[in-house]
């Protein structure tokens, strides 16, 4: 789901302002510009306030370059990378969208709590990405809001895609839960075929009101891949397999429990 609220964006040349039509804009309420708000009145807008800073102004990621080079030259292809301000002359803001105005913090050569770090307090990204709050809200998610893990746990901020695996590769998606879930990362005997497809095939990585995180808490989840074991015939032990279906879940104690892979059982079941 893209973000309850969009930027004005730049062209990659810099120059032209590019406004995507159909999306609500919001726009760094320091730097809105009235021109800027006269051309584009057609446009439904939601204005928002990046991280404040009291007393800090604007400087335009340009200038975080001179002390954090390692950072900027690897952002002109990150997924943030094209947020910016509107108008003609304006400073690029990708970095002090997340960080907040930067004007202090470099002339104090980058002093002790003059700078947003979101790695404290996910309230930074909420601001685009309102939505993302109510998921993590929901009754079973990663503990982010607690403070035990942070957005850029998952989400590299400064590089590529914001999505591991750049959105396409599912393995290196896997790869980043599997940094924290070791248990799941087999190598199984017998795998099941569905996790090479994607942790997020089966959980909601923000969060869910399933236990688990799980994006369904009955046998549909397991069913639109199995549909064929809803049809008649089919017998486990002699019984129709339909009757252990309205046991429980497919992945109930006895059944298949081992759903992530198994060094032993071909059904998964342990
Ligand atoms: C004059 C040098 C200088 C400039 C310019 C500068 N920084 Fe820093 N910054 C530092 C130093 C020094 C630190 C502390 C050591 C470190 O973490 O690298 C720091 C730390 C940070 C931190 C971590 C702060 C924390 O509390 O964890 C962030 C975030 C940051 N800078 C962002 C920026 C951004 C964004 C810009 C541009 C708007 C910028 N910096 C410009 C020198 C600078
Ligand atoms: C999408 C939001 C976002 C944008 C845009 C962004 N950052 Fe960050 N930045 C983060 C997050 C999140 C962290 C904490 C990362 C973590 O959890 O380890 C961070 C951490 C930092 C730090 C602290 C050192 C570190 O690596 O942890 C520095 C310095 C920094 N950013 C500089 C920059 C600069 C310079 C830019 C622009 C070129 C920039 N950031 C753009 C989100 C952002
Ligand atoms: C100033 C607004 C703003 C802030 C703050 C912001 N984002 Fe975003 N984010 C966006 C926009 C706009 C997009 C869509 C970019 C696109 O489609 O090219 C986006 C896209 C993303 C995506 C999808 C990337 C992709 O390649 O599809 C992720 C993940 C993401 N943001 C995470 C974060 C995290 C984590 C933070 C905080 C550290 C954060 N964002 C802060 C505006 C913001
Ligand atoms: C446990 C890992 C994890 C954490 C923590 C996490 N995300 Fe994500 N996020 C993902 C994955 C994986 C995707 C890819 C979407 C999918 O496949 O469902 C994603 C997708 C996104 C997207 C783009 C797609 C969408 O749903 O809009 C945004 C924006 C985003 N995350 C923002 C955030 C923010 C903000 C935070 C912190 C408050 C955060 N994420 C914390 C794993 C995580
Ligand atoms: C930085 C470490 C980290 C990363 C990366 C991570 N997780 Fe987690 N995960 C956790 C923590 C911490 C918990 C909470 C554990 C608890 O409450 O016992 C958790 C809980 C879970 C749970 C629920 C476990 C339960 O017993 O209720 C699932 C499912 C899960 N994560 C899946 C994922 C998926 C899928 C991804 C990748 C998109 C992922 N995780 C990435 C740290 C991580
Ligand atoms: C085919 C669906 C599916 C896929 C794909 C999947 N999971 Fe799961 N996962 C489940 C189910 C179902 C459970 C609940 C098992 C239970 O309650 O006994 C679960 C439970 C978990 C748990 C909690 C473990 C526990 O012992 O309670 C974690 C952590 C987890 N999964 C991580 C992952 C990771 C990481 C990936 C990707 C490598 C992944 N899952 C892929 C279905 C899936
Ligand atoms: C993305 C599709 C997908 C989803 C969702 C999915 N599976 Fe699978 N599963 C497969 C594929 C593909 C295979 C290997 C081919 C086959 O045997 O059908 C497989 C194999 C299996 C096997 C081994 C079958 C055998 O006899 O060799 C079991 C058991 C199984 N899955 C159980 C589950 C359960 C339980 C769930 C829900 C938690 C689930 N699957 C969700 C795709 C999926």
């Known amino acids: 789901m893209k973000p309850e609220h969009d930027f004005v964006e730049l062209s990659a040349a810099g120059t032209k302002p590019r406004i995507p039509g159909t999306k609500a804009i919001a726009i760094l309420s320091g730097l809105l510009l009235a021109g800027v708000l006269a051309s584009c009145v057609s446009i439904n807008r939601v204005v928002m306030a990046p991280p404040q800073i009291p007393g800090a102004t604007y400087i335009g990621s340009e200038s975080c370059n001179q002390c954090h080079e390692d950072i ?17 002359n304006a400073a690029n803001v990708g970095c002090e969208s997340c960080h907040g105005p930067g004007s202090l913090h470099s002339e104090s050569g980058g002093a002790y709590n003059t700078i947003v770090n979101p790695k404290r307090s996910p309230e930074a990204c909420f601001q685009c990405h309102l939505d993302k709050r109510g998921e993590f809200h929901l009754p079973h998610s990663h503990p982010v809001l607690a403070g035990q893990m942070s957005c850029g746990d998952c989400h590299d901020p400064h590089s590529g895609s914001a999505i591991g695996g750049g959105g396409t590769s599912l393995m290196s998606e896997n790869e980043s839960c599997l940094q924290c879930h070791a248990a799941q990362r087999g190598p199984h005997v017998f795998e099941h075929e569905a996790v090479r497809e994607g942790c997020t095939l089966c959980h909601n990585p923000h969060g869910s009101v399933n236990p688990k995180m799980l994006a369904q808490r009955n046998a549909n989840l397991c069913l639109k891949c199995h549909f064929q074991e809803i049809g008649a015939g089919i017998t486990v032990g002699g ?24 060094q032993v059982s071909t059904s998964l079941r342990f």
């Open 239 to 262: 019984f129709p397999h339909s009757l252990n279906m309205q046991r429980g879940t497919c992945w109930t104690s006895g059944c298949h429990e081992a759903v992530h892979g198994s």
């Open 72 to 88: 900027t030259t690897k952002f002109s292809f990150a997924s943030h990378a094209r947020l910016q301000a509107p108008g003609e």
